[in-house]
T-cell receptor, first 111, second 116 residues
């Protein structure tokens, strides 16, 4: 079992729909990242969370430390949101530097 | 947010040649830089962790003599793929961690290497 599991692996929706991508992890963490990777390959860091909730534009990220679970929500989805969304966690060990990545969720928003 | 650049964005080379990829943090000092490799439709695989002024720490299975990493300054790290072969063709991504903020990490746009 991977330390970081994302669901769904693939998601297709119509423009305007509310999107939720989930991330569950099995280790104690100091931070969780949500990343976006477009077909061209470049990665954009969307959020870094250690507790609670963050919002940026149409994107909302939440984390529940006790349940070891995070969600990424997209409101009023648009075709330009089509990308792979990756959840990554950083462990609790003092000085932990590595990120552990989920397998990614491929999101396609149709017009 | 902070910006990390990579150069070149893509490169095509002949088998047996060496290729250098640069990773720069443009507006912050990065004590730690990471090099990742990504195969099609797969997640990022950490190759090595590079701390400024010291030798890189390579992940298990990554040949340090094949993938030379130099982190000479707080804003520049380089990855050199030596004697490249077609199986080295991949997407290489660097990432830099802010010195001031422990958990913050920013990613470069990636370099697509094709070895003929």
């Amino acid at each position: 079992k991977n330390e970081v599991e994302q669901s769904p692996q693939n998601l297709t929706a119509q423009e305007g729909e509310f999107i939720t991508i989930n991330c569950s992890y099995s280790v104690g963490i100091s931070a969780l990242h949500w990343l976006q990777q477009h077909p061209g390959g470049g990665i954009v860091s969307l959020f870094m969370l250690s507790s609670g909730k963050k919002k940026h534009g149409r994107l909302i990220a939440t984390i529940n430390i006790q349940e070891k679970h995070s969600s990424l929500h997209i409101t009023a989805s648009h075709p330009r949101d089509s990308a792979v969304y990756i959840c990554a966690v950083r462990g609790l060990i003092q000085g932990a530097q590595k990120l552990v990545f989920g397998q990614g969720t491929r999101l396609t928003i149709n017009p | 947010g902070a910006v990390v650049s990579q150069h070149p964005s893509w490169v095509i080379c002949k088998s047996g040649t060496s290729v250098k990829i640069e990773c720069r943090s443009l507006d912050f000092q990065a004590t730690t830089m990471f090099w990742y490799r990504q195969f099609p439709k797969q997640s990022l695989m950490l190759m090595a962790t590079s701390n400024e002024g010291s030798k890189a720490t390579y992940e298990q299975g990554v040949e340090k003599d094949k993938f030379l990493i130099n982190h000479a300054s707080l804003t520049l790290s380089t990855l050199t793929v030596t004697s490249a072969h077609p199986e080295d063709s991949s997407f290489y991504i660097c990432s830099a961690k802010l010195a001031e903020v422990y958990n913050e990490q920013f990613f470069g746009p990636g370099t697509r290497l094709t070895v003929l």
